[in-house]
């Protein structure tokens, strides 16, 4: 190590009453590392601590960032049948001269089955967690297409410190080049991508808030969807919280399938299931995503193809993601990120107010949502829709539901070679003609004017089953609870007390 540090990471990611979670650490010097394990929810509750753990220090591996550090346990965590659903925060501590070193781990226990079922369930977007981490080498932006779990998390996706510039979104005067953001990163050591993707700044805030409001929320890991679809047995309401953007086959078909047997779904989320990634591995521990170098993929052209590692809404894959949330990414884009929208409202204006979401809101027609708070922010989801009488009605010809209600908008942008914070190379595509190249199979410019102008999307739909998706087109409406917006909150209750009940 090139300092002295403490890090780990904790496998399985998830585990439920009787099974065990491995701890592996590696400590500068040999030195024992005090571990604290706590679950992390309206409360913060102390289950494990030992002063004094045994560790090593070990290099990280070349390839960590594609097969894993490799590093054996160190501490191996019975999981008690007392421990409740919930994300469990592992502290890491060193003692270096009179300084202390801390790192963080996590690991999930998931649902009880049977008559402890719980009615909601959030699956943690641990699979975008893995795409952005980068640590021990590539991650899915800068070049990697296989990333291993069994790794440590790179600094800021486990926690961060308060502070100007936390969000990636501009919350205050424009901001072009986000540069409250980049400072923030650069002040505090952490990853460039920390800003994307994490615990802090979409779950932990949902789930602090949800449970200081009396609602039981049991979590799992993206994984799980595929690797335990059991997840979902005797669930009533399934969430996704905000930047939630790679799935796999597995996680689709789960959650697919619990919306048509009867699940109610609410996506708290944007950009959501855009990629399609697989999980391999004989551990099932690495995700694998060729992205913009699908064409390496090793499933093209074979009778896998739709399983290729590209957007669900590509024309080989041809399973947008419209189909599960109503919305997709390809018809929103950015908003108050990069050159994108950098003064617009960070909210939605109400086109439906009659909708049952806004009970007790006071909001009317033409009312914005949730500016204060900036709840429209960062990567946001939308559909095709036309007007009639004033009103906008989703055309469906982008794979919306026919039942879809449009109940509020934000204009959005994608980026352009003159809009991105980090601009495409010289021959590389922008991500407006790369997103039209695969969604209509070109890139001339009469098909990039179809998708220029986007929208976050505010809105529902009620399938054949009676189960009921909502979505909010925006990875950052959890801040609205974080801010305590009254009718971000109210509308957030609305969904959870109803969608949630037996």
């Not at 501590?93 to 690991?107: L, P, Q, S, T, W």
């Not at 977007?125 to 990697?144: H, I, K, Q």
């Not at 699940?263 to 995503?289: C, K, P, Y």
């Not at 979505?471 to 974080?482: I, N, Q, R």
């Amino acid at each position: 190590m090139s300092r002295e540090v403490v890090t780990g990471y904790c496998w399985p990611q998830s585990a439920t009453a009787g099974e065990q979670v491995g701890l592996h650490l590696s400590s500068s010097g040999g030195r024992p590392v005090r571990v604290e394990v706590a679950r992390v929810g309206a409360q913060r509750d102390v289950v494990f601590r030992d002063d004094s753990v045994g560790a090593d220090e070990h290099e990280t591996p070349k390839d960590a960032s594609s097969k894993g550090s490799g590093w054996p346990v160190a501490l191996t965590l019975d999981v008690d049948p007392t421990w409740r659903s919930g994300y469990y925060e592992v502290v890491l501590e060193i003692d270096v001269g009179d300084k202390v070193r801390r790192d963080y781990a996590f690991f999930v226990v998931r649902p009880s089955l049977g008559a402890g079922a719980a009615r909601v369930v959030l699956a943690l977007a641990t699979n975008t967690w893995n795409a952005y981490n980068d640590f021990g080498g590539p991650n899915l932006y800068t070049g990697g297409t296989h990333v291993s779990m069994q790794r440590p998390m790179a600094a800021g996706y486990l926690y961060k410190p308060p502070g100007k510039g936390r969000r990636v979104t501009g919350t205050g005067a424009p901001d072009p080049q986000n540069a409250a953001h980049v400072g923030y990163i650069q002040l505090n050591h952490l990853s460039g991508y920390a800003g994307s993707a994490g615990w802090p700044d979409w779950e932990l805030p949902f789930i602090e808030w949800a449970e200081g409001q009396g609602f039981e929320i049991g979590v799992c890991t993206n994984a799980d969807l595929e690797e335990h679809p059991e997840v979902l047995d005797g669930a009533r309401l399934y969430l996704s919280v905000g930047h939630d953007e790679y799935w796999s086959m597995g996680m689709r078909d789960t959650v697919e399938a619990f919306i048509a047997r009867g699940g109610n779904a609410a996506f708290f989320s944007g950009n959501t299931s855009l990629w399609q990634v697989r999980i391999e591995g004989d551990d099932h521990d690495v995700m694998v995503g060729y992205k913009g170098f699908f064409k390496n993929d090793p499933l093209i052209e074979t009778d896998r193809e739709p399983e290729v590692t590209t957007f669900w809404s590509d024309v080989m894959t041809g399973r947008p993601e419209n189909h599960m949330t109503g919305v997709s990414f390809t018809r929103g884009g950015y908003h108050r990120i990069g050159r994108n929208v950098t003064a617009g409202l960070g909210g939605y204006t109400v086109h439906r107010a009659g909708h049952w979401i806004f009970d007790g809101t006071g909001l009317g027609y033409g009312d914005v949502l949730g500016a204060g708070a900036t709840v429209v922010g960062y990567e946001c989801d939308g559909c095709v829709f036309t007007y009639r009488d004033g009103l906008p009605y989703p055309t469906g010809e982008d794979g919306t539901p026919a039942t879809f209600e449009i109940l509020g908008t934000c204009p959005t942008q994608h980026f352009t070679r003159e809009t991105a914070p980090r601009p495409p190379k010289p021959g590389e595509p922008s991500e407006l003609e790369y997103i039209a190249s695969r969604v209509f199979g070109t890139r001339d410019p009469e098909a990039m004017e179809r998708i220029r102008h986007g929208h976050a999307v505010l809105g529902a739909y009620t399938n054949k089953a009676g189960a009921t998706v909502v979505t909010s087109g925006s990875t950052d409406w959890a801040h609205g609870l974080a801010g305590r917006d009254p009718q971000i909150e109210q509308i957030t209750r609305n969904i959870l007390t109803r969608l949630g009940s037996r």
